[in-house]
């Protein structure tokens, strides 16, 4: 049996943010192309359990792709990214560290989204905020010459609006649809 790795939350925000971006009829179509309908009508709760696993959470990612197309999907995801933002701030999950400098917290904010989606590490490398995913599962099973990830890096830029960081916003510079063997996103 598959091990369950992803939280219900992480199921429940990405479905929200897309009928945000999409509507409900766009996000009924992609879970019924992923073959997974019955989740628009037994939501999962916002909770941290882990219910489901990387293959059912990538068959929903991968709906996007293949009903958009790559370069469809790399625009729509990045508004999810965004979309996310505004979901997981409206309900309070940055709320512990919403005091700190700007910079600490957005490096606290991505640190919390590396603990409750079970992916990746926070670290400061050379005076630059590093993500590190070695578990991505936004281009599982997706080869492309460019950085698909998207979701992420709308997420990191609008994380850094949300914690007053100017200036700056998030950059792929390495993505496992490329080859390589982790997402890695910069704050530059």
Same mark, same amino acid.
């Given at each position: 049996? *598959? &091990?369950k790795?992803v939280?219900n939350?992480? @199921?429940?925000i990405l479905?929200?943010a897309t009928?945000?971006v999409?509507?409900e009829?766009?996000?009924k179509a992609?879970?019924n192309?992923?073959?997974?309908? !019955?989740?628009?009508?037994n939501?999962?709760? !916002?909770?941290? &359990?882990?219910? !489901?696993t990387? &293959?059912?959470?990538?068959r929903?990612i991968? $709906?996007y792709?293949?009903?958009?197309g +790559?370069?469809?999907?790399k $625009?729509?995801?990045r508004? +999810?990214?965004k979309?996310?933002v505004?979901?997981? *701030?409206?309900?309070g999950?940055?709320?512990?560290?919403?005091e700190?400098?700007?910079? &600490?917290?957005l490096? /606290?904010g991505i640190?919390?989204?590396?603990? @409750?989606?079970?992916?990746?590490?926070?670290f400061?490398?050379?005076?630059v +905020?590093?993500?590190?995913? *070695?578990a991505?599962s *936004?281009c599982? =099973?997706?080869k =492309?010459?460019?950085p698909?990830?998207t979701? @992420?890096?709308?997420f990191?830029?609008?994380?850094m609006v949300?914690?007053?960081v100017?200036g700056?916003? $998030?950059?792929?510079t390495?993505c /496992?649809?490329?080859?390589?063997?982790t997402?890695?996103?910069e704050i530059?």
């Amino acid at each position: 049996m *598959t &091990e369950k790795t992803v939280a219900n939350g992480v @199921v429940r925000i990405l479905m929200d943010a897309t009928e945000d971006v999409i509507g409900e009829h766009g996000l009924k179509a992609l879970l019924n192309f992923a073959k997974m309908p !019955y989740l628009f009508e037994n939501k999962p709760d !916002y909770g941290y &359990e882990k219910n !489901y696993t990387d &293959e059912e959470y990538s068959r929903i990612i991968i $709906s996007y792709y293949d009903l958009l197309g +790559i370069p469809g999907a790399k $625009s729509v995801f990045r508004m +999810i990214g965004k979309a996310i933002v505004k979901r997981t *701030t409206g309900l309070g999950l940055f709320d512990s560290v919403k005091e700190f400098p700007p910079e &600490e917290r957005l490096f /606290k904010g991505i640190e919390l989204y590396a603990l @409750v989606s079970g992916r990746g590490r926070v670290f400061i490398e050379d005076g630059v +905020i590093v993500y590190d995913n *070695t578990a991505c599962s *936004t281009c599982f =099973n997706i080869k =492309n010459g460019t950085p698909v990830c998207t979701i @992420v890096s709308g997420f990191l830029d609008d994380l850094m609006v949300w914690s007053g960081v100017k200036g700056k916003r $998030s950059v792929e510079t390495r993505c /496992k649809a490329m080859g390589h063997e982790t997402c890695r996103y910069e704050i530059r």
